[in-house]
């Protein structure tokens, strides 16, 4: 194998990998925000997302080449598809599961699970499909802005890519759509006595984050031949974005997040090689789930065996009011058991 | 139980038989009881005793396993809370009553979404507000920084802005100060005097229940056990024997 | 046919990962979602050692395999603290790391992988050929079938169960519940690393596509496929999906490259599948030769055990009976006398909140003493702390003198005082009999050292601890019912299972949360009756309860409890003649 040589670090080179940087860190920023608000409001470990993102670009690249349409309606037709897919897999796997298994955090599981399968199926089918690259031919022209060389492709899929999310995380913000979503996401039994509807907020969630996902698919679909495994790395950068972010984060804290993943991932390259790039990724994720398990061990505990005081098994009661009953009363738990799926 | 033909009005509301759980546990057995329009129901008994799932499967937030909810003359039983909240039904409960993230005023426009006419939310808007005046003062607070008592007046301003005719009411003094449990009980009060609104109350503090109702059934163990006037209500000299 | 022999190796070889998988995952619910990814330090262990240092295969296995213990020990240690969503990202996340340094680094061959070079043999069997790799395979392949049936099939393997169906139950009971994680989390990395050992001698090569992500899935595929908790599932869930690829290539006729992708799809879409509509997988949990016979013999005979009767008013009666019969044959230790629980002046406050405030109580040995207050007092909380499941913030507890203050929930359970729950928490999934034997304690099957070295203690230990679990499910009367899945029964009569299985710990404190809520009232005096019963066997009684019925005919002595502290205490009728604790109960006036 060729010694790699890495990038000398210059003015030059460092605007320019940091363009290049926005430009792959926007990339990781729609699909962040769409994963994330999936896992986030609907709770559904949704990682066919990457398949669908793939599924998305082969589509769009397919379209433009053999009927020659231009690329927006490229980029409708094929996102549309994707969020049918998206949305029918909510709608027939996921939220049967969940109501069968009767419980969110129980059901977890067998939803990543099934979404493993759907996954393995649709990346399986999109090389059945497309054995042969896909290429489409995009009237791209240079842009120099200053040092730093970029196309015209690029520089349109930032723009977008940040008016989308802009856009999104404005509608989760201020409408009444966004608002029905915040009250689903932060008390869903409560919103259905105002007669919101969990499960129709969770489609249109999964249509959003979708959506997000297909501009950027056909965006890169349109500088590369797309490939059925484009979209497993964007997946696990989003879910290390989503999850670094928090549940209760704005759609764009979770893009910026991402956005500065790939700045990191490009700046990397001055010290070690590309091939390093997803481990530098892979390695937040990992370093920052070991700091919150780390910080979960009792030491003393498992030091001495008797600690000073107790274990923490039972997760104390949110102290949400001045004076609550820190008791989970039998109602309560009732009412939990009695949120999902109604 | 049967429904005694003399009161304020006509059955508004009308359970019998209702039965419902949680798996194979099974919570109240055959609960029967009524509401008339204009007029305030309260349900007491024991914690544990079926209160709180009794009014979530009236409301259709839970569901009946048997029995009979007929409301306004039609059966609702088993039907979805979302069209009783169109039919005017609104429920306050008792924990988690309001969306913590969002703010004050975010709370009060999702609970308005089931009125159609803007003017009308208006205007319901300002009846709340004149009610409960610490909500318009604080509309961009986030509800979570309200104390208990607080957000217990937001989710009654709440379920005013429905435009309900059935309130139903899940422990409303439930960890906060007295003086508030009365403030709310006194804006209950003024509401079914005002506009002939049918109130349902579980509450735990007699005394305060005793100030605003007309009636009272007793449940313990899932059955009601008994039915009686407030006035009756009133003479006992002690409740041990009714939990 | 070499091919056919490649297959054959490749259902062995992932038959091994696919019952490592099956232990964490099936058995104990633990969310690994890399378990090809510990197969790498097997793998590039042989490949690397044998071909660059030279080493005997054999002790390349070894230290692939230690390799893997090690890291499965340091990576579970604090990974199961977690919750099970973290635990799900931690593993994916190390798995994904794994890869990309095995990707990465330029002595492990980067993309491509390290080739094997040199010959391998085992005490001079060659290793080189399919063929050769075969009888080893089988033989590797039939032991871990049998390590893994011996501890799934074990009361290890109930406990482990009993973890996946409600984890703070088993603590609660007198069992470490973390400790069996980890030992599984271990045993799993391990078994991988010998797994990924045999793939990397069958194949003559170590990649990361081996053990990588999409690796990680076929082996979860092979697990939920073939049967969550069931080791001979596992080998029909690893011929499956082995097996799909040479179908699709050489019955219908397609190309290599599209078979392989058949094969993806054919599983992805099995396992979303099976999820959906069939999620026991082929062969359901605990669907033995043995337990079809039962069960058939069962159905023949009658069909008594289908339904699940209600306990009619003559079982009571039938009970008494019985019990006389016996006449006291279980003689229970006289009751204690004196004070056996000193709880003194503990406190908790969740976020600035006192819930329990210095509040102190006794109970009195051979007594039933009951804890009431208005709802949100804190009464469940004050269980929570005297049983350990949530820590002290101040004051102590004592148990027949021993400060118990700051133990694991296990440890005070092992000291004699459990509790129920006020939601019951009966194992889900296990039949009445398994529950209550979760509670009989010095089982010498629930560990994993007398489980393979003292064979014959651990069956002697499970019939004792057998006869133990049926003595008590005919305590509470309820012992036609031994082999019926709990989750069939009515909530009273799981409120009973729950009973016998705190009684099985043979823990002389019992509190009870909430005995008699829920139940119905035909049903309350059956259980009042067992209650009462425990006193007279000796126990120790505490419960909270709503109903004060339920509490003025049983208690001897009543705790009041108000905003966290204690504020009467005497009989039921003192307490109720109280004016100010009506006005507590009840509501000030206006």
């Keep these: 194998m060729a010694a790699e040589v890495l990038t000398p670090l210059t003015t030059t080179n460092f605007a320019q990998l940091t363009a290049n940087g926005v430009v792959t860190g926007s990339s990781y920023a729609l699909v962040a925000v769409g994963f994330g608000m999936i896992?986030?409001?609907?709770?559904?470990?949704?990682?066919?997302?990457?398949?669908?993102?793939?599924?998305?670009?082969?589509?769009?690249?397919?379209?433009?080449?053999?009927?020659?349409?231009?690329?927006?309606?490229?980029?409708?037709?094929?996102?549309?598809?994707?969020?049918?897919?998206?949305?029918?897999?909510?709608?027939?796997?996921?939220?049967?599961?969940?109501?069968?298994?009767?419980?969110?955090?129980?059901?977890?599981?067998?939803?990543?699970?099934?979404?493993?399968?759907?996954?393995?199926?649709?990346?399986?089918?999109?090389?059945?499909i497309w054995p042969n690259p896909v290429t489409t031919t995009f009237g791209v022209s240079a842009i120099k802005l200053g040092p730093v060389h970029m196309t015209s492709l690029t520089v349109t899929s930032v723009i977008t890519t940040w008016v989308a999310i802009l856009l999104v995380a404005a509608v989760i913000r201020w409408t009444k759509l966004g608002r029905m979503i915040r009250a689903v996401r932060v008390n869903p039994s409560l919103s259905v006595d105002f007669g919101i509807k969990p499960s129709s907020m969770y489609m249109i969630v999964f249509a959003i984050g979708t959506s997000l996902g297909g501009i950027g698919a056909v965006f890169l679909a349109a500088q590369s031949a797309p490939e059925s495994d484009m979209g497993e790395n964007l997946v696990l950068y989003a879910i290390t974005a989503a999850f670094i972010a928090g549940a209760a984060s704005s759609p764009w804290v979770i893009g910026v997040l991402a956005l500065a993943m790939g700045l990191i991932q490009s700046w990397s390259t001055f010290f070690i090689s590309s091939t390093w790039s997803s481990f530098v990724i892979f390695a937040i994720l990992l370093i920052f789930v070991m700091t919150k398990a780390i910080r979960a061990v009792n030491w003393g505990r498992l030091a001495r065996g008797r600690p000073k005081y107790g274990s923490g098994l039972v997760k104390p009661a949110e102290p949400a009011l001045a004076q609550p009953s820190p008791e989970p009363s039998a109602q309560e738990s009732q009412q939990r058991e009695s949120g999902v799926g109604q | 139980m049967t429904t005694e033909t003399t009161g304020p009005g006509e059955t508004l509301l009308d359970v019998s038989g209702l039965q419902a759980g949680y798996g194979p546990k099974r919570v109240i057995f055959g609960v029967d009881f009524n509401v008339r329009k204009g007029e305030v129901v309260g349900i007491i008994g024991h914690n544990g005793a079926g209160k709180t799932t009794t009014l979530h499967s009236v409301f259709g937030t839970h569901r009946c396993e048997s029995g009979k909810v007929v409301y306004g003359g039609t059966d609702i039983t088993g039907r979805s809370a979302k069209k009783n909240v169109r039919d005017g039904m609104t429920m306050v409960r008792a924990e988690r009553f309001t969306f913590g993230e969002l703010t004050v005023k975010e709370n009060l426009q999702l609970a308005g979404m089931s009125v159609k006419s803007s003017a009308d939310r208006e205007a319901r808007l300002e009846k709340v507000f004149e009610l409960l005046p610490i909500l318009k003062e604080r509309l961009r607070q986030q509800a979570s920084k309200f104390s208990g008592g607080q957000q217990r007046l937001l989710s009654v301003g709440m379920a005013l802005l429905a435009d309900p005719k059935l309130i139903i009411l899940d422990e409303p003094s439930l960890g906060i100060a007295p003086g508030l449990t009365?403030?709310?009980?006194?804006?209950?009060?003024?509401?079914?005097?005002?506009?002939g609104i049918s109130v349902l109350l579980v509450e735990q503090n007699i005394p305060q229940l005793l100030r605003i109702v007309d009636r009272v059934y007793v449940i313990r163990s899932g059955r009601v056990i008994l039915e009686e006037t407030v006035d009756q209500m009133r003479e006992r000299d002690q409740y041990w024997d009714l939990f | 046919m070499l091919e056919t022999v490649s297959y054959i190796d490749q259902i062995l070889i992932y038959l091994v990962f696919g019952l490592a998988a099956n232990l964490i995952l099936g058995y104990t619910g633990v969310l690994q979602a890399a378990p090809a990814a510990f197969g790498a330090f097997g793998g590039y262990a042989v490949v690397y050692l044998t071909s660059t240092h030279h080493w005997p295969w054999i002790l390349a296995v070894i230290v692939g395999v230690a390799m893997a213990l090690v890291a499965g020990f340091l990576i579970g240690l604090p990974a199961l603290y977690l919750s099970s969503l973290w635990v799900l990202l931690l593993t994916l996340a190390v798995g994904l790391v794994i890869d990309s340094i095995l990707s990465g680094v330029q002595t492990f061959g980067g993309d491509n992988g390290l080739q094997q070079s040199s010959s391998l043999d085992l005490f001079g069997f060659q290793l080189n050929e399919p063929t050769q790799v075969l009888p080893l395979a089988a033989v590797v392949a039939v032991i871990v079938l049998a390590v893994c049936w011996r501890i799934g099939e074990s009361p290890y393997g109930r406990v482990l169960r009993g973890i996946r169906a409600d984890d703070s139950a088993v603590y609660a009971l007198g069992k470490n519940v973390y400790t069996y994680k980890l030992s599984m989390f271990v045993v799993t990395a391990g078994l991988s690393g010998l797994g990924g050992a045999l793939l990397a001698t069958l194949t003559n090569v170590a990649s990361p596509t081996e053990f990588n992500y999409t690796a990680s899935v076929e082996i979860i595929a092979i697990v939920i496929i073939g049967g969550v908790g069931n080791p001979f599932g596992t080998v029909i869930g690893s011929a499956i999906v082995v097996l799909l690829v040479p179908f699709f290539q050489d019955v219908i006729q397609v190309t290599p490259q599209t078979a392989a992708n058949i094969q993806l799809i054919g599983y992805g879409l099995v396992l979303a599948l099976v999820v959906l509509f069939r999620p026991s997988g082929a062969l359901p949990e605990g669907f033995t030769i043995s337990s079809v016979r039962s069960a058939l013999s069962r159905r023949l005979s009658s069909g008594k055990q289908a339904k699940t009767p209600p306990i009619s008013e003559g079982a009571a009666e039938r009970r008494r009976a019985r019990q006389a019969a016996r006449n006291l044959e279980r003689v229970g230790d006289p009751a204690p006398q004196g004070v056996v629980l000193d709880v003194r002046d503990v406190s908790k406050a969740f976020g600035g909140i006192k819930a329990v405030n210095e509040l102190s109580m006794q109970l009195q040995g051979g007594k039933i003493t009951a804890l009431i207050g208005a709802n949100g007092a804190g009464k469940t909380t004050v269980f929570n702390l005297l049983t350990g499941a949530l820590s002290l913030d101040g004051g102590e507890v004592y148990l027949n003198g021993q400060n118990i203050s700051g133990l694991r929930p296990d440890q005070i359970a092992n000291l004699g005082m459990v509790r129920t729950f006020q939601d019951v928490r009966l194992f889900h999934g296990m039949t009445v009999l398994d529950n209550v034997l979760m509670g009989v304690p010095d089982q010498a099957g629930e560990h994993l050292v007398p489980l393979f070295v003292r064979i014959g203690k651990t069956r002697a230990r499970e019939r004792e601890a057998q006869a133990i679990a049926r003595r008590w499910l005919e305590f509470v009367g309820l012992e036609d019912f031994a082999d019926v899945r709990v989750e069939a029964l009515g909530y009273g009569q799981q409120k009973l299972?729950?009973?016998?299985?705190?009684?099985?710990?043979?823990?002389?404190?019992?509190?009870?949360?909430?005995?008699?809520?829920?139940?119905?009232?035909?049903?309350?005096?059956e259980m009042l009756d067992v209650i009462s019963q425990l006193r007279d066997e000796g126990r120790t009684v505490c419960i909270v309860e709503h109903n004060l019925d339920v509490v003025g005919r049983l208690a001897d002595h009543v705790y009041f409890m108000e905003v966290g502290k204690v504020t009467a205490e005497g009989n039921i009728t003192d307490l109720t003649s109280d004016e100010r604790l009506a006005e507590v109960y009840f509501g000030g006036g206006s």
């Design chain 1, 39 to 128: 896992i986030h409001i609907a709770h559904r470990f949704h990682i066919a997302y990457a398949a669908i993102y793939a599924l998305m670009a082969f589509l769009a690249a397919q379209i433009q080449t053999t009927y020659g349409w231009p690329f927006v309606p490229a980029l409708i037709v094929a996102t549309v598809i994707g969020v049918i897919i998206a949305v029918g897999s909510e709608r027939l796997v996921y939220s049967p599961l969940v109501r069968r298994v009767g419980d969110r955090d129980r059901a977890l599981f067998p939803v990543f699970v099934a979404s493993l399968g759907l996954s393995t199926a649709i990346e399986a089918l999109i090389n059945i």
């Design chain 2, 182 to 195: 009365e403030r709310i009980f006194d804006t209950v009060k003024e509401l079914v005097h005002d506009q």
């Design chain 3, 497 to 525: 299972v729950s009973l016998a299985r705190i009684l099985a710990t043979d823990a002389r404190v019992l509190l009870l949360d909430e005995p008699a809520s829920g139940i119905d009232y035909q049903f309350l005096d």
